[in-house]
């Protein structure tokens, strides 16, 4: 697939704040690292703004919480869930992020 159909994504996953840059557009994204978890099914209920409102606020079987302690992904699958609704978010439905099957390494 040619490179022009790909979105150029810099993600900064910060502590406290997710920033997403797109080239040409800017900063796109700018929300709270902060992530809402049903301990009932561990499922992800809520990313960024919308989790953050729930802090303190949510019953007992959900949690909200940061997966970036000190710099560093403190849970992967929290993580991994929170980067593909943020890129959703800005690239649309579809965000497939493994490299061309081709050998194609600088996506």
């Known amino acids: 697939?040619?490179?022009?159909?790909?979105?150029?994504?810099?993600?900064?996953?910060?502590?406290?704040?997710?920033?997403?840059?797109?080239?040409?557009?800017?900063i796109v994204l700018n929300e709270p690292s902060v992530v809402a978890v049903s301990t009932l099914d561990n499922k992800i209920l809520a990313v960024g703004n919308e989790a953050k409102e729930m802090v303190g606020r949510t019953p007992d079987e959900i949690i909200a919480y940061r997966p970036m302690k000190d710099g560093v992904i403190a849970d992967y699958r929290v993580t991994e869930a929170m980067l593909r609704r943020c890129t959703r978010s800005i690239c649309g439905q579809r965000t497939d992020t493994r490299r061309d099957r081709r050998g194609d390494s600088d996506s």
């Open 1 to 26: 697939m040619p490179d022009f159909f790909r979105p150029k994504l810099g993600i900064d996953l910060g502590t406290t704040t997710v920033l997403v840059f797109v080239p040409g557009r800017g």
